[in-house]
């Protein structure tokens, strides 16, 4: 299976940037489709934005659609969510997630292995 850990989470201000990170092992990462998803206090999870296998495609929740962006670095079997303009409605549990399929999806059911989140709050 594919083994999946999230850095970066941390407390910021708002209107503040926050690059996360997700470190993948075990399957061959460069042939999953990858998503971010987040988890707020006393609200289900939620899809923040998602990449296929090569990065040539990206998708993101209508409400976070440019400013957060999505990317990924194969060679180093990692991808990234940029986060600006931080609010705090944006504090979450953070959670990388990879597919048994190359391209992209936007419902939790579509993906196979989660990593256990990072914490990110928004707070002045």
């Known amino acids: 299976q594919v083994q999946l850990v999230e850095f970066g989470g941390r407390l910021v201000q708002p209107g503040e940037s926050l690059r996360l990170s997700c470190a993948a092992s075990g399957r061959t990462f460069s042939s999953n489709g990858m998503g971010w998803f987040r988890q707020a206090p006393g609200k289900e999870r939620e899809f923040v934005a998602a990449?296929?296998?090569?990065?040539?495609?990206?998708d993101y929740a209508d409400s976070l659609m440019g400013r957060f962006t999505i990317s990924r670095d194969n060679a180093k079997n990692t991808v990234y969510l940029q986060m600006n303009r931080l609010k705090p409605e944006d504090t979450a549990v953070y959670y990388c997630a990879a597919r048994d399929y190359s391209d992209i999806g936007r419902r939790e059911f579509e993906y196979d292995y989660w990593g256990r989140g990072t914490q990110v709050t928004v707070s002045s």
């Open positions: 990449i296929n296998w090569s990065g040539g495609r990206a």
